[in-house]
């Protein structure tokens, strides 16, 4: 069965950069989710979009900006990156209504800022 | 607001012995939904079960099943007959009409 795809799969950026993360969701799903983990901590929501337009907002920093595109897939737009910013980036999807039925994660993307 | 907690930073089973991890919970929703996430190694987050809070019935999946104890809002995972498998990190979580939050997890290790 499909899966969520995220790309790159590791990225290296240095200080003050952009990145840009991509994330292809699950056919027919149309929630797509983003979460950050930093070292040794837990997924902390950032932001999700349904049907192309922000439904929910988290602890996104302001240098951080997202879309859904009309295909679904969806970016995670990362500029003046910090040391911080360092993490694992996951993208989760959901087909709605059966969100709490559980989301589906791709495998992340591991961002290091050098 | 969700929060989720989980007191049991690290744990560790013997092979084909039982363990329970534990997590409790706070929401402010009255329709909401319970979940255990495992991310081993690979670190893919991998939903291991989910529970209803309408139901009263506990979850069941295979080797794991929870206990729901929705007055004491505690919400904990039991794995029968550990495999080695079965090591990682297991996160518990709540959605409603919120995103999905998680705890800080629970590292579980397994002794062949």
Same mark, same amino acid.
């Given at each position: ?6 790309? /790159? ?15 292809? /969701? ?16 837990? /997924? ?10 922000? +439904?929910?907002?988290? +602890?996104? /920093?302001?240098?951080? +900006? ?7 897939? +969806? ?40 | ?51 209803? @809070? ?16 929705? @007055? @004491? ?14 090591? @990682? ?24």
């Amino acid at each position: 069965a499909a899966g969520v795809i995220q790309s /790159p799969r590791h990225l290296i950026k240095e200080k003050r950069e952009t990145a840009t993360l991509k994330c292809y /969701p699950i056919p027919r799903h149309d929630t797509v989710y983003w979460y950050q983990q930093g070292p040794g901590q837990d /997924p902390q929501f950032l932001i999700s979009f349904y049907e192309k337009m922000q +439904s929910d907002k988290g +602890s996104i /920093p302001d240098r951080f +900006s997202a879309q859904q595109f009309s295909d679904y897939h +969806s970016e995670l737009n990362m500029s003046s990156l910090e040391l911080g910013d360092s993490a694992l980036y996951f993208c989760a999807s959901s087909q709605t209504p059966e969100r709490n039925y559980g989301y589906t994660f791709g495998s992340g993307t591991r961002l290091t800022v050098v | 607001a969700q929060t989720v907690t989980q007191s049991q930073p690290e744990m560790s089973v013997q092979e084909a012995e039982t363990v329970t991890l534990s997590c409790t919970y706070d929401t402010s929703e009255s329709d909401y939904y319970l979940f255990w996430y495992k991310q081993p190694p690979s670190r893919q987050m991998i939903l291991v079960i989910r529970q209803e @809070a309408y139901k009263q019935q506990n979850a069941t999946e295979n080797r794991f099943s929870v206990n729901f104890q929705k @007055a @004491a809002k505690s919400f904990s995972l039991k794995i029968s007959d550990s495999q080695l498998g079965d090591a @990682a990190m297991y996160f518990c979580g709540t959605s409603g009409n919120t995103p999905l939050v998680f705890g800080k997890g629970t590292r579980l290790s397994v002794i062949a």
